[in-house]
């Protein structure tokens, strides 16, 4: 018997804008268990940014999982991937898990510290 993992990102929460620069993610994408899934995070040029992705787990924190565009932080699984090449992000789970099924938001940081992705897109200018 296949499981279906649902892994989902919040489009209402994740459109944004600051200065030039406008993040998009798909509303929700699944996966089988064991199968390969890339979650895309899009935007201006981010290629020239950084990228940083966040899982959250039903009522729990999001936790930063992948750092400057492909750094797995502590603990975190080698199926976690991530790459960040002219106007995509990627974040590619290899081998999905059941503990896997999250919600999943990008953040991009650009070379003066400005934050260009927030929670909120009713706080856009």
Known sequence: MSWTIPLLTLMSLCTCCAGQIVLT???SV???VGGTVTLTCQGNNIGGKYVYWY???LLSAPRLIIYKDSNRTDGIPERFSGTNSGNTASLTISGAQAEDEADY?????DSDMVYLWRWNPADCP
């Open 25 to 27: 993610q798909p509303a």
């Open 30 to 32: 699944s996966v089988s």
């Open 55 to 57: 899982q959250q787990v």
């Open 105 to 109: 938001y990008c953040r991009v940081w």
